[in-house]
């Protein structure tokens, strides 16, 4: 029998059992996992135990939930554990493939004040979007495969590979840990594994699916200025003494201008060239710049050109300023000289940077800026976390796999893209494993991951699920 042949009854149980996806996915939206908020920690592992659970009701064989010890600095709890990454078996049958399937359980953080029409951890469906935090970015996806095997049980159909799950609590606060475990576990746990698939991406746009085979790498930092030992009144030293949040906003000013341009010395020199052939490849790619400012929500882009804004995206290094801990960020108008405050900042990495180097320059010109300012308050600048950049070769039986799956799925070839945004462990996985790695994703391009209101379409999640189960059965089957 055909791939298409077999993968009929499946598809039509997948279809029908739309309202208990709905639901679990809905039951892993409640729980706010947020990595980035320590007082949120035990949610993370209430989500680890979660999924757990549904991987024993799904049958799944030598569950592992492995202890990364304690985070390490920058934290504000020193014994904060990290939360463990789930591992989990179907089939160690010698005669099939294995494919590893990499996903994560943790979520940005999210609150009703930020802007969102509903609450952010109640997974809301209007029309066809299923809006809540993580929905799109990383539940959905990870929920997907689990719901894959379940549809595989209940049409009595094996699945057709050797499946090992590897789902963290850490990616978006730098995977912290995984990287030591995927490197003693290369030849224990992960032994035998043919490929690896991660669904933690997006499509370009809103219509047609995509590949990714690269991914920007991401440096986040911290500046720390400090005074005095207590926040105090503006009336009354204000105008007398060296203001942290002064010197901050100073530094922070230097770091990038307003076109987007990285202003600290070395950093641009480290990226490669675009070759002529490399530039080619952006020609073929399905792009609407009108789709982009309708997901920022505004026309606000420094491009208009297709190549532009697709290589400043996924090709050229960035530099974003997040926030300031320590600022005062309420409504009104609090008179207050904060005594402490904490700059975020965060560049995102492209071949060839070295990030050893980025670091050392980020530090450097930090400290020139400041010591410019003859101010007498106290500097440190460190590095909370690093994930390197990621480029495969997209032509392989892995891509094939998943190109056949997306075609019969959504009737297309897909684009093959390259993120903006970072997956720490891709690289990873791809060197300790020595195996190809292939990033397919559910959602669509305005789904607003880490943003206010991210949704994941019902569509893209149920042919998602289809997806996906295609793509083990193509690769069972070997490149067509
Ligand atoms: N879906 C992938 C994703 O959102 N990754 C994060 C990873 C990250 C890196 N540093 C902090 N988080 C991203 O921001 O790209
Ligand atoms: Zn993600
Ligand atoms: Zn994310």
Redesign the pocket.
Known sequence: MSVEESLKPLFSAITELKPSFIDRLSQAVSIPSVSSDESLRPKVFEMAEFLKSQLITLGAEDIQMRDLGIQPPPVVDPKLQLPPIVLARFGQDPAKKTILVYG?YDV?PASIEDGWATEPFTLVQKDDKLIGRGST??KGPVIGWLNSIEAHRKVGLELPVNLVCCFEGM?????LGLEELVAQESDKYFKGVDAVCIS??YWLGTKKPVLTYG??G?N?YQITVSGANADLHSGVFGGIIHEPMTDLFKVMSQLVDVKGNILIPGVNEMVAPVTAAEDKLYDPIEFSAEELSQAAGADTGYFDDKKDILQHRWRFPSLSLHGIEGAFSGAGAKTVIPAKVVGKF?I?TVPDMDSDKLDQFVFDFVKAKFAELGTKNKLNVELI?G?AYWVSDPFNDNFTAAANATKLVWGVDPDLTR??????ITLTFEQELKTGVVLLPMGRGDDG??SINEKLDVPNYIEGVKTLSAYLHYYAAGAK
């Open positions: 994560h940005q970015d990383d990616e978006e606060s730098g995977s933690d991406n991914l920007r991401c986040y965060s995102r976390h994930g993120e903006g945004g970072s997956i720490p991951a880490h």
